[in-house]
Each structure stands twice: as structure tokens, then as C-alpha cells.
């Protein structure tokens, strides 16, 4: 087996692997090109469980919610603002914590450019939270593209669901 191939190969184990674990567990939000929140766990403050490790998306990263996007955008709207707003105040009241943000797309358009669509969807959350202060030392970003879907479908209703950008807890 050449290098190239064993490299897909266990790179399609991995994926696999990750996509078996994921929920499929439906989130709220709009269908339009308007960035939207999920419906995560609303409290925010002292006695948060931040696991580590633990993500949005599963609802066991303590109080952070994962953002949602319009299809082909990165732009942060004025509810996603209210997230990420509540995001960083976590961050300022857990000094320790150090999260990673992971940027996702939905499955249509190539790998490149999903690759490209999901940094460019972490570096936006990235920036605004550096904007509220939050030191870049604390912050990491990670595109997947479409290859960590959480919705198995093909409209739109799964599709929204994958536009997202998803908090990771890396340090605690």
C-alpha cells in the first residue's frame, strides 16, 4: 500500500470514527442565510462542569453554545453577537479555561473550499472573542470542513445544523 493510501486510509478511520460518535440530536435554528444560535444549556456563570474535552455540540462543554451560520458565510450576526457575548463572559470568569474552536460546513461544495469556508467561520468567532479581550493565548482554531457532520440529510433542515462553529474545551 502506497504512503498516500495508508494516509487515507486511517484518515477515513478516523473520520468514521468521529462521525459514529456524533449525535444526531436536532438543534433549533433558522433555515435562512441569517447566522443562528442553537438552543444549548442557558446558564452561565460560577458552577459550570467544563469537562475536559467536552464540546457545544454535545452540551457538556459547561455553558458555551455553539454558533450557527447562513449557508456560504462567516459573518457573525447580532443574535450570534448575544452568544458569543455569553461565551466570552465564561472565558473572563474561568480564567484557566482554554477552548478550541472548531469550524464546520454542511455537506454541498468541494473539501477545499469547505476547509476554507469552516477557518475562515472559526477565525471570525476567534476574532470577535479577541475583540471582548480574551487573551489569543486561550484560543486555538480547527476547520473540518464537512467531514464532522452532526445532521444526516440532504435539505435544509440538516444542512443548518452543520453550518456551525463549535467550542471545544481544551484546558481547564
Known amino acids: 500500500m502506497s504512503r498516500i493510501n495508508f494516509s487515507l486510509a486511517i484518515m477515513l478511520v478516523l473520520v468514521l470514527t468521529l462521525v459514529g460518535c456524533a449525535s444526531n440530536k436536532k438543534k433549533s435554528g433558522a433555515e435562512g442565510d441569517?447566522?443562528?444560535?442553537?438552543?444549548?444549556d442557558p446558564a452561565v456563570g460560577a458552577g459550570m462542569n467544563f469537562e475536559l474535552s467536552g464540546d457545544s455540540d454535545s452540551g457538556n462543554a459547561g455553558g458555551f453554545q455553539t454558533l450557527y451560520f447562513g449557508y456560504?458565510?462567516?459573518?457573525?450576526?447580532?443574535?450570534?453577537?448575544?452568544?458569543?457575548n455569553a461565551n466570552g463572559q465564561l472565558l473572563k470568569d474561568n480564567?484557566?479555561?482554554?477552548?478550541?474552536?472548531?469550524?464546520?460546513?454542511?455537506?454541498?461544495?468541494g473539501v477545499q473550499f469547505n476547509l476554507a469556508l469552516g477557518e475562515?467561520?472559526?477565525?471570525?468567532v476567534r476574532d470577535y472573542l479577541l475583540a471582548l479581550g480574551i487573551s489569543p493565548t486561550r484560543i486555538t482554531t480547527i476547520s473540518f470542513g464537512k467531514e464532522r457532520l452532526i445532521a444526516f440529510g440532504h435539505s435544509e433542515s440538516f444542512w443548518s445544523q452543520n453550518r456551525r462553529a463549535n467550542f471545544v474545551i481544551t484546558s481547564k
Open 34 to 40: 441569517t447566522p443562528v444560535i442553537a438552543a444549548s
Open 72 to 84: 456560504n458565510s462567516s459573518e457573525i450576526g447580532a443574535e450570534a453577537r448575544d452568544t458569543l
Open 95 to 109: 480564567k484557566n479555561l482554554e477552548i478550541q474552536i472548531e469550524g464546520h460546513c454542511d455537506e454541498r461544495g
Open 120 to 124: 475562515r467561520r472559526a477565525k471570525s
